[in-house]
């Protein structure tokens, strides 16, 4: 059995790896995320994930490499970032306020036998409709400026009691669609 190496220093990436409890190690891919800006979000995705498995290859053609990349999009395509300076976290979690999102996550998983296997899994988030009182009972302690739109998922967001439902892979949301991943894996014997 090949190692496996995860091509991230995500924590959410490596907190779902932990839960898999398959042997890993982590070795971030350091790619210019730009260069693709300009296609649909779900190639973009797909690509990204692509070329930061290729630059692990480099170093490590023997091992199973398994790497991703998520970006949070509205129905028009329109992408949510990270906050930056200056962005109001107030305003652009209130803009969630009854809307679905869509989470594209591109997931590649290397191996010398299979080549390069990649896809996009797509999950959708939809909030509940929310007040702004809730809004701000809720992120008056929390650091929304380090989330996509401003509302997290995961449990140690307070975002995550305002989701009315979420469709699509369930780990995929969180950057890293596991069922993908073992289905590439199982094809190389690599889970047991």
Do not use: W
Not at 115 to 133: D, H, L, M, P
Not at 169 to 185: A, K, R
């Amino acid at each position: 059995m090949s190692s496996i190496i995860l091509a991230s220093e995500s924590f959410l990436k490596m907190f779902i790896f932990d839960k898999s409890k398959l042997p890993y190690e982590t070795e971030p891919a350091y790619i210019d995320e730009t260069v693709y800006d300009n296609l649909p979000v779900g190639e973009r995705v797909a690509k990204l994930a692509e070329s930061k498995a290729a630059k692990i290859v480099e170093t490590n053609p023997d091992a199973t490499i398994i790497s991703a990349d998520t970006l949070t999009a509205d129905a028009n395509g329109n992408v949510y970032n990270k906050l930056s300076h200056g962005d109001d976290p107030f305003a652009a979690a209130m803009n969630l306020s009854g809307k679905t999102i869509d989470i594209y996550t591109g997931c590649c998983v290397y191996n010398k036998t299979t080549g390069y296997n990649t896809k996009t899994i797509k999950s959708s988030i939809t909030y509940r409709t929310f007040s702004q009182q809730t809004l701000q009972r809720l992120i008056e302690s929390d650091n929304a400026a380090i989330r996509s739109g401003a509302l997290g998922i995961f449990y140690d967001s307070p975002g995550f009691t305002l989701i009315d439902r979420i469709e699509g892979s369930y780990t995929g949301s969180f950057g890293l669609p596991m069922e993908f991943v073992y289905e590439q894996l199982d094809k190389v014997e690599q889970v047991i």
